[in-house]
């Protein structure tokens, strides 16, 4: 059963940084694209951003493009997101995605129990 476990979320000031982890285990973990959601106060959760299994293509939502950036470390079992000039509309749960599909409606096989991002004005 692969377990997903994310970490690094707070709170932070608007305009700051704060980079989210989410380990992998339970499985192997090269083969599935990588991804993270998000859930703000009162909204559906959302597609952020995700990276192939080879690592060389990634995709962003419009609402995060040149502020957000995924990665991954194989070797790890570790997908990143570093997530930069923040905005209070960023506040959200996010979670961590394996097997993520990107079709109509964004989707993954497997999901992790979410960390908290909290960003104040």
């Known amino acids: 059963q692969v377990q997903l476990v994310e970490s690094g979320g707070g709170l932070v000031q608007a305009g700051g940084s704060v980079r989210l982890s989410c380990v992998v285990s339970?499985?192997?973990?090269?083969?599935?694209?990588m991804g993270w959601f998000r859930q703000g106060p009162g909204k559906e959760r959302e597609f952020v951003a995700a990276?192939?299994?080879?690592?060389?293509?990634?995709y962003y939502a419009d609402s995060v493009k040149g502020r957000f950036t995924i990665s991954k470390e194989n070797g790890k079992n570790t997908v990143y997101l570093q997530m930069n000039s923040l905005k209070p509309e960023d506040t959200a749960l996010y979670y961590c995605a394996a097997n993520v599909n990107l079709g109509v409606t964004a989707g993954a096989g497997y999901w992790g129990q979410g960390t908290q991002v909290t960003v104040s004005s």
């Open positions: 339970g499985g192997t973990f090269s083969p599935y694209t």
């Open positions: 990276i192939t299994r080879s690592g060389s293509i990634t």
